[in-house]
């Protein structure tokens, strides 16, 4: 799956104010079989979305068309739990850039970051205007410039800050993953190397 470039982000939201969402909630453990990200996707909060026949519960925010955008803004503490990637794969795989959250858990972050999605963590204050906003008006937007490292909420024109390691906000400003990033230095690892030889 390739990584997209990621600069500005503005567009409407989905709300998920739920507290605590671990990654056995993002992706329920019998999807981890799978060693491709392909359909991930599909079954992102599978639990939540579909009834145990396959049919899609209504209540739940992804079934609702009220709701669209490629953001997602959640509850506190999100993606705890088990480490697996398998949980950043089913929120790329289902179209998501971003998730908002007053806190992620570190692995989560990390494999997030590494496949595309960028992690914003903003205060509990601002999370809970998001959502009040959208509460409001379900096509409120949100603004997310990384390259100057804030999320902008359109309505109000509020804006914070936030944190992000240095070399994936490149990557990400970039479109690169790992491999990416090491090809587009290829010259400078080279002339390193023939400078090493010498001593």
């Given amino acids: 799956m390739p990584?997209?470039?990621?600069?500005?982000?503005?567009?409407?939201?989905?709300?998920?104010?739920?507290?605590n969402v671990d990654t056995d909630q993002i992706i329920p453990a019998r999807f981890l079989k799978a060693t491709t990200k392909e359909g991930f996707g599909d079954n992102?909060?599978?639990?939540?979305?579909?009834?145990?026949?396959?049919?899609?519960?209504a209540d739940f925010v992804l079934n609702d068309p009220t709701y669209?955008?490629?953001?997602?803004?959640?509850?506190?503490?999100f993606g705890s739990g088990s480490s697996r990637e398998h949980a950043a794969w089913a929120v790329a795989g289902y179209g998501f850039k971003a998730v908002v959250s007053s806190f992620f858990a570190d692995i989560f972050r990390g494999?997030?970051?590494?496949?595309?999605?960028?992690?914003?963590?903003?205060?509990?204050a601002f999370l809970a205007k998001i959502f009040?906003?959208?509460?409001?008006?379900?096509?409120?937007?949100?603004?997310?410039?990384?390259?100057?490292?804030?999320?902008?909420?359109?309505?109000?024109?509020?804006?914070?800050?936030?944190?992000?390691?240095?070399?994936k906000k490149k990557c990400l400003l970039n479109g690169y993953d790992d491999i990416d990033y090491l090809l587009s230095?290829?010259?400078?690892?080279?002339?390193?190397?023939?400078?090493?030889?010498?001593?």
Avoid at 48 to 55: A, Q
Avoid at 68 to 77: E, F, Q, T
Avoid at 111 to 124: I, R, Y
């Fill in 44 to 57: 992102l909060f599978c639990d939540w979305r579909y009834e145990k026949d396959g049919t899609p519960k």
């Fill in 68 to 77: 669209s955008g490629p953001i997602l803004v959640a509850g506190k503490n």
């Fill in 132 to 167: 009040a906003e959208v509460e409001k008006d379900p096509k409120a937007e949100v603004k997310i410039d990384l390259e100057n490292q804030t999320i902008t909420l359109i309505p109000t024109g509020e804006s914070e800050s936030f944190e992000i390691n240095g070399y």
């Fill in 185 to 199: 230095i290829k010259d400078k690892i080279q002339a390193f190397e023939k400078q090493a030889v010498k001593f």
């Fill in 3 to 19: 990584i997209d470039k990621f600069v500005t982000l503005q567009t409407s939201v989905v709300p998920l104010p739920i507290e």
């Fill in 111 to 124: 494999n997030s970051l590494n496949n595309g999605v960028l992690p914003v963590q903003v205060s509990e």
